[in-house]
């Protein structure tokens, strides 16, 4: 079992920038594939982006590549989401989810159905 926390959600300026936090408490923070993930009233959870077990091998939504980096730090059992250069339309709930390490390739790993935890979301707001 893995719980999630999300933390650094809020309220900010087209342009400006926010970064995201996930702590993980639970079993082995390592052994867990993690994403990021935004979901908007009415409409169903997509992808932003993903980091592999390594830290190194990453991948992104088009919307948001170039502007996002996901990062994790596995002795602090946590994974960020660095946003800059916000636009109204990233304005969404933000969840981070948690995948057993077999989950592979990034076909996959892009699916809201691979995760097998979650948390309970934090929300970002960018004005116009």
């Known amino acids: 079992q893995v719980q999630l926390l999300e933390s650094g959600g809020g309220l900010v300026q087209a342009g400006g920038s926010l970064r995201l936090s996930c702590a993980a408490s639970?079993?082995?923070?390592?052994?867990?594939?993690m994403g990021w993930f935004r979901q908007a009233p009415g409409k169903e959870r997509e992808f932003v982006a993903a980091v592999a077990l390594s830290g190194i091998n990453t991948r992104y939504a088009d919307s948001v590549k170039g502007r996002f980096t996901i990062s994790r730090d596995d002795a602090k059992n946590t994974v960020d989401l660095q946003m800059n250069s916000l636009k109204p339309e990233d304005t969404d709930v933000y969840c981070c989810?948690?995948?057993?390490?077999?989950?592979?390739?990034?076909?996959?790993?892009?699916?809201?159905?691979?995760?097998?935890?979650w948390g309970q979301g934090t929300q970002v707001t960018v004005s116009s």
């Open positions: 989810g948690a995948a057993d390490r077999s989950l592979t390739g990034w076909v996959r790993r892009r699916r809201v159905s691979e995760y097998d935890y």
């Open positions: 639970g079993r082995t923070f390592s052994s867990y594939v």
